[in-house]
Structures are given as C-alpha cells and as structure tokens.
C-alpha cells in the first residue's frame, strides 16, 4: 500500500474519511515506518483536550484506519506504540532528490527531478498541514519541493548545452518562479544565467538590477554574495562558448534503462559504430538521445551531432541531411563536395554522430558511416535501426521492451501528465504486459486516460491499433499512432517476407525454427525477420512475435485468405508433437517432454481451438487424448477441464481410443476442480466408460482407469482386483503405477506395512524408468512409513528427494504435501529448528488458489509444535485458520477436516473442555469412516484417547489407544501425540495394566475397533 501526503491525503485509491483518522494517518506516515508512542500519538490526534484513556482512544482510532486501509497488515502494534509500514509518496520523492544529486550528468538528474516533482499534487498534507503537529512538516516538506524545483533548473540550464531551442522554455519557467517567489535569489541566479547562455546578458544585467532593488525595498538588504559574484562574471564575461552539439534538451523524463545505457557506453568505449535495432516503439531514439547526452558530458570535449533521418525519403539525400544538422552553411554549396565537407567537419577532434532512424535508407546509411569512419579516425557513430547497418566492426545493442516494473512505472508517470489524480492499480501491469513493455504503445495509451478510464484502456487493448492513436502533434505521422509504426516496420520487408510473417502470426507463444518449418519458414528467413525486428529471439533459441505486430499480422492474414490454411498445418504440427510427447511421459523422458509442452503450451491450446471451431473432432479429440495425462499432473485441473470439453463437444469422427481417455481424464479433472456438484455424476459416466472397454483396449490410463475410479469411491475391494488382473500389463510404467495404487489402498485399509512392500517396488521400478512424478508421490507415502518405523533420516532423504522431482517437472508446483511432510519430518529427526523455520514460512504465505493447501497443512503442524509446547491458545489459532485456508480449494478431503478437528479435540482437552473435545472427535469421526482412511481414523483415535485421559478413565484412554494400532496396522510408536499419551496412561495405570488394556484395543476387529474410537459421547 501507497499512502499519499504531498497534496490531498489518500491511501491506494481511496480517501479516507474522517478529520481524527487523517490526522493519525499523517502522523503514523510522517514517521516513515519508524515506531510512534502512543504519547506521541496523542499529542498529535488531542493537542489541547486529552482523553480521559489515552491508550484505548488511540487504539480504537488505530482499529477504524485498519479497517479504512483495507489492508490490516501494514498498520502494526509495537511494543510502547504503532509502526506503518506503507510507503509514501514523500519517502519516495525525497529519494529521487537524491539520486538526483548523484547522477552522472545533468540530463539524468532533471529526469529523476521531474519524477519527484510529479509526484506533488497539491499542498503537502492537505487539510491536515494547519493542524499543530503537521505545520513544521508541512513547511518541511514546501521547502524540500522548492529546492527541488531549483535543482531542475539547474539541471535543466546545465543539459540544454546552451542550445537556443530549449532555453526559451527554461527561461519563460524561471520567470513564473521568480514572480511566485521574488525573495529566492537562487532561482534569480538561475534565470540570469539562463539569459546569459541565451545570449541575452543585457537582459541578464537588467534582471540583476531588479532583484537588487526587490530587496533593497522589501527587505532593507542587498543580493547575497552568490548573486554578486554572478554580476560580477556578467560584467566582465565575454560571450558564453556554447558546445557543438545540435542535441536537443528533452521535454519529458526519461524512464529505466539504466542498464542499456551503461551497456550502449562501454560498446562506445570499444566500437566506433554500434546499432541500436528493435522494433517500432521501443524507444531506439529517445535512448540514442540520452546517450548522446552522456557522452556530452563526459571528459574529452567531444561534439556530439544527432542527424534524424526519418523524414528523408531519398537515400542520395543522407549525406545532406547529416549535413544539415551539423548547421546550415554547407547547404548554401549543393554542388560540393558533400561527403568532404562532412569529413572536414568530424575530422576537429573526438565527435560523435547519431544516425536516427536508418531502416529505410539502410544501403545508404551503412556507406555513408563506412565512409566517415574511414576518414575521420576520432568519429564515433551511434546509429538506430529496425535492422542492422552490417558493415565491418558494428556492434549490435538490442533494445528490447521495458521490464514490468519500468513499464509500470513509465505508464503512471505519463498517466498523470494526462490527469495528475491518476491513481494505478493492478490494470497498469496487465496493460504494460499485453502493450509488450514498447515504451510508445505505453506513452499511447497513457494519453487516453483524458477521456478514458483505466478499465476501459484495459478492456478496448483487443483492438489496440484502433485504440492507440492521437500521439504529439509534432511527431512524426509514423509515430502518431500504433498502427502506423507498425506499418512502417511493415512496408520495409520484402512481400515473401510478409507473407511469411502474416502465416508466423498463428503462433500466439514462441515457437522454434523446427515448429516455424510446417508453415514453410526456413533459418534463413527467420533470421531475416529477425534483422528487420519482426521477430525477436526468445530464451532457448525460440522467437517470438510482439503482441502488437501480431495483431496487426493476423489482420494481414485475414484479408489474404491464407488463415484457415496456416492455422490447419500449425494445428497439424502441434497434434504430432503431442503424440510423440505423450508416451515419453511416462518415462526417461519426463521432464525433458514435459518442459517441452510447457513451452509449447500456447500454441497446443491454439491449435485446440482452431480444430474446434473447424469443427474438426479428429485432431481436437486425439490433441485432448494425448495432452490428458501432462494436464493431470501440470497445471489447473480446472482450465485443463475446461479445455477437454471444449474437444469433446466437437462433433464427429475421431477415434474411439483417444475419445475414451479424453473423457476419462475430463471427468476426473472436473470432479478434483469442484465441477460436480455431487461425486455421484463423474463416477457413474466413468464407469459407463469401464463397461465399454473392449480387450484391445489396452492404453495405460485406460489400464488405470477401474483402479482409478475404486481409489476415488474408497472401493477397495474392487480396485484390489481390477489391479490384480491387470499386473502383467505389458507398459513397465503401467505397472508400477498399479502397484502405487494397490499400495495406497493398503494402506486406507491399515495394512501399512502391505503399502510399504508394494511402493518399495513401484518407486524402484519408477527410479528405472527415469520417472518422475509417480516416483515422487511413491516417495512421499514411503516416507510417512519410514516415520513410524523410526526412520526419520530416510523419511527426510525420501522427502527431499520427492520435492526436487516435482519441483523439476513443473517449477511453479508449490509441492505443498512433501514441503510440509518434510519440515515435520526434520523436527522428528531432531533438526527441530530448521523444520520450525521451515513451516512458519509455510504458514504465514498468502493462502489464495492451490497455496492454500500448503498454507493450510503448515499452519496444522505448526499447530501441533505449539500444542505439544503448552501453547493451547496459539495452537487453537492455527488450527482454525488452516480450515479457513483451505476453503479456497474447490474440493476438500473429508479426511482433512476430521484431522483439523482431531487437532482442536487435543486442545480442548488439554484446556479442560472435555465434552467439547469429545464432540469434535465425533464429528472427525463421521468425516472419516466414510472414505475408508484407517491411518486418518487412527489419527482421529489417539484425539478419542486424550478424551478419554481427560476424563479421568485411563484403562479407557489405553483400549482405544491400542485400537488405533489395530486401524493403521502397526504401533505408531514414535508419533509424539502417542508417545506422550503411552508415558501418561502407564503412568496413571501402572505398565502390567496399560499392555493388558493396550492389548485388548488391539485385538478387536475392525469394526469394533472402530466402535471403540466412534464410542466417545
């Protein structure tokens, strides 16, 4: 959050009401994240009429601006008083003076000036500035923005270099100034300068003189002595040596790039010619510009000249328009020696030559630099190109767009140029990221805010060729509108190359030259695109098309009729890749196969819909039967959902195979997103697909299918055998995947010590295969019987290892399940800090989307460390909170609700609240007989002893305590929950009378022993 006090307060978007809660607000900023008592604090809020409580008013004043802020988080209580932790525009305007007073030269301080002077949007403080606390700052704060608008006039006067086209401004500026605040005499002395450089010193001495006499009347005093010694230099100053240079001082600040400009440097330190190439609306001239302005500044004197070739259409006119802007007497000679003229006028000393704007005239441009290089041995040349100039010793310098936060940044600043109330929100990064970061299309549609809403800027950017119009009226027409420095990067390719272009635009991600090859677009031409900024070169030897280009190539497209074929032969090329992908999946080939998908994800989804709305069911369904299993383990179950109905509501002909899988993995996509109201729906039409399996159906998810369908309705007894039949299945991978789900089976059942056989063997076979994502999750369930076994190095070895498998697969997975196991698993290890660490960092995450789950189970064992610590009320609080993360899941597992109410059924206890713990235990235990999760139900026992315990009837407590063994299938001897309770009980009953108890829990049947957890009212 952003809380603005350099004009009207306002915190983010909103004003915020009430006189109190401004006054607490502005003090609360003003101190600018340092702690403010809450003496303090009422001296501000009551400087005459203290409240009877001081401590509570301010806190119940703190409690309503949290409430007003709408983010509670950076409004925090300290020991002693409150800190905010928001940002200000004042903290950040006082920055920017500072990196102003640093800069390497003076074109760059007035830059960062004008960003801090920006910021100002009326009387600092607003209505708050007259109350008693507020008026020194308030002054403060006035004289901090005074002083800032001197430093941009001396910076201004500085970098016009005593050009005559920027001074006039600079003067006009200085003049209003001086009218506002006649008793400044640093913005006189700046304004008389200002004249003298103009060449005006009779009108400088004239406005010494009256200055003087200013202050002789007002104040009784003469000028200072810096305004003396400057009338002084007047007196005695011969004309002012302006600097050869024809550069222009720039009208608005210049935005980031301060990495591509010490790059653009130190190629200048090496290279006599270096080339700016990107495309249209990159910001190629404007970064030239300010390099140049650098280079002015830099030790050595040299000339810098800036040669706009833009308007020159005749490639024999280059020479004379570099001609003209090194000044106008070579013109009055048109039959001379134009080139010599030129070499005689780079030759004095150390120069340097912008070339702007060379893509037209490129032939002409590239033997024209040759030449001058040639002959002036102290020339320099920085040209700016959609293409490079390609003639010995160029070095290229790419000038891509903004990065997100630059072009944030740059959008806001112009924004408020068109309306300084611009507030930004989160549409200003989406409309820089679908703009390409190109600093013109940005500045474009900044400029629409003047009849605009940011949300309808947002909202018309699928039409941004029509939208982005109305640039400066002094611009040249190209760069007047979007759509016109596109055309203009356009028209400079040959028409093989656009027609190659329009057919690229199909691609909507990167693509490779292999992919790129079905629409008949060799290396050679790519490059060629690439050269002339059509294309650029993304990560992994890929290319891409700017959004803004292909929109404008698709266009193209559509009018040659050409789009249907282009868009078939792409959809053509991706269904091939997808298959071919598909049984490298499960295998050596994984993550290789995987990365690639992920790569070619939009381009996969492209052709998906183009087959879709051709109405052509082959390539869409057999697209959905082979992307299926990637969708499974990546991405949204609930987008992947979404697009297998979209190839499933295609209608006809497509095989009956790949029909059957997509429908498969449709349903259980839906039913895991939460796109079933009740499970009823998915498994009835899944198994309706089992029925119709003939013997030749022999895919492996469709192998999988019936186990598949058991695992979700806790139907183990069916699963067991459809497993059975199906172990000598001729896919290696098929089989282990069997034996993982006849492993999680057992161990629903209690039979854990038959999971840990099973998995064992399914995770070696796995580990042959160069599997990934069975292995991890055959990993994780090991681990869990590796922690009950005692063996906590290897629980922590398997975990480590499951997380980097996932993680490799698919980075952005947040592998919450293993995260979680394994910093419970580092604190039975007995690495309790780092484990803690680990889960507080879990726990205190953002809970929004599929983070929730990790979120959620952080918070739970965070709980429990905290619990077994006597910590009852900060354990409670963990506990409610991960079942209020976890809503943000479309589905939930029962059994995570009875293992939340399991947790909070231990705290009651521990706190006295039997009956209430004894309820939750109920409660957990109707969550979780349903689903069949015996190690869950024992999970909900060990709570049922503690119940028990606290009751007071220990032989009770150790009976069902020995049942919870009889549910998992084996002592859970080191879970500390049973650990504690075991010492308890033996202690309570004597160790003959707790193992006789203990035993007789054990011994029971299932169903008793489930009577005997049920059995706690």
Known sequence: MRIAILGPLAAGPDAIGGARLRRLLVRLALASGRTVTV???????????????????????????????????????????????????????????????????????????????????????????????????????????????????????????GAQNGLPELIARLSELTVEHPLRERLHATRIRALHAAGRTAEALAAYEHVRKDLAAELGADPGPDLRALHLELLRATPPAVPRTNLRAPLTSFVGRDADIERIMAQLREHRLVTLVGPGGAGKTRLATTVAARVLHRPGEAEVWVAELAAVSDPADVPRAVQAALGPSPLLHPHGDTIGSLVEALSGGPALLVLDNCEHLIEAAAHLTEDLLGRCPELSVLATSREPLAIAGEALSPVGPLPPETAARLFTERARAADPGFAPDEQVAEICRRL?????????????????????????????????????????????????????????????????????????????????????????????????????????????????????????????????????????????????AEPQLRGRGQREWMNRLVDEHDNLLAALHHAAAAGDADTAVRLAAALGPFWITWGSKRESANWLRTALQVEGPAPAVARTIATAVYLITSALSGGFSTPLEPTRRLRELIDGLGPDDDHPLLALLEPAVALFTDDDEIGLAAIEQRLDHPDPWTRAILRMARGAMLENRGDLLGMRADMLIAEAELAALGEHWGRSQALTILAGSHLALGEFDRAVAALETATELITALDPANPASHQRVALAGARVMAGDAERGRRELEAMANAPA??????????????????????????????????????????????????????????????????????????????????????????????????????????????????????????????????????????????????????????????????????????
């Open 436 to 580: 390409d970061g190109l600093p013109l299309a940005i500045e474009l549609a900044a400029a629409r805010l003047r009849s605009l809403t940011l949300r309808q800027v947002a909202e018309r950017l699928d039409d941004r060729l029509a939208l982005l119009t109305g640039g400066s009226r002094t611009a040249l027409p190209r760069h007047q509108t979007l759509r016109a420095v596109v055309a203009w990067s356009w028209d400079l390719a040959d028409e093989r190359e656009r027609a190659l272009a329009e057919r690229l635009a199909v691609f909507p991600g990167t693509f490779d030259a292999e992919a790129a090859a079905c629409l008949d677009a060799s290396i050679d031409a790519l490059a060629a695109l690439v050269d002339k900024s059509l294309l650029q070169q993304a990560p992994g030897g890929r290319y891409r098309m700017l959004e803004t280009i292909r929109e404008f190539a698709l266009e193209r497209l559509a009018g040659s009729g050409q789009g249907p074929a282009a868009r078939t032969a792409h959809a053509a090329y991706f269904l091939r890749l997808a298959e071919t």
């Open 39 to 161: 003496e303090e604090l009422t001296d501000a809020l009551w400087p005459e009429d203290r409240p009877a409580d001081p401590a509570n008013a301010v806190q119940s004043l703190v409690s309503r601006l949290r409430r007003a802020l709408g983010s509670p988080a950076v409004l925090e209580s300290v020991p002693g008083g409150y800190r905010l932790t928001a940002s200000t525009d004042a903290a950040e305007f006082e920055q920017l003076v500072r990196q102003a007073a640093t800069a390497p030269d003076p074109a760059a301080a007035a830059s960062l000036l004008r960003r801090a002077l920006a910021l100002w949007r009326g009387p600092a403080l607003g209505d708050v500035a007259t109350v008693p606390f507020a008026i020194g700052h308030a002054v403060r704060l006035e004289e901090a923005r005074l002083s800032a608008l001197e430093d941009l006039a001396d910076a201004d006067l500085a970098a016009s270099h």
């Open 848 to 1017: 929004r989307g599929w983070e929730a789950r990790l979120v959620a189970f952080a918070q739970l064992e965070l709980g429990n460390l905290h619990r077994r610590e006597g910590d009852l009320a900060t354990a409670e609080r963990l506990y409610q909170s991960a079942a209020a993360a976890i809503d943000w899941l479309p589905v939930v597992a029962p059994q995570f609700y009875a293992l939340v109410l399991a947790r909070r059924a231990h705290v009651a206890a521990a706190a006295g609240d039997v009956d209430g713990a004894a309820r939750m235990v109920a409660a957990a235990v109707e969550q979780t007989v349903p689903v069949k999760d015996m190690p869950v139900l024992a999970l909900v026992g060990v709570a049922a002893t503690a119940v028990w315990a606290a009751r007071g009837e220990p032989a009770r407590a150790a009976r069902v305590l020995g049942a919870t063994e009889q549910l998992r299938g084996l002592p859970d001897a080191y879970e500390p929950d049973v650990v504690a309770l075991t010492a308890r009980l033996r202690g309570e009953l004597g160790a003959a009378a707790f193992d006789k108890e203990y035993a007789a829990g054990r011994d029971l049947t299932r169903a008793e022993a489930i009577e005997q957890v049920r059995d706690v009212m």
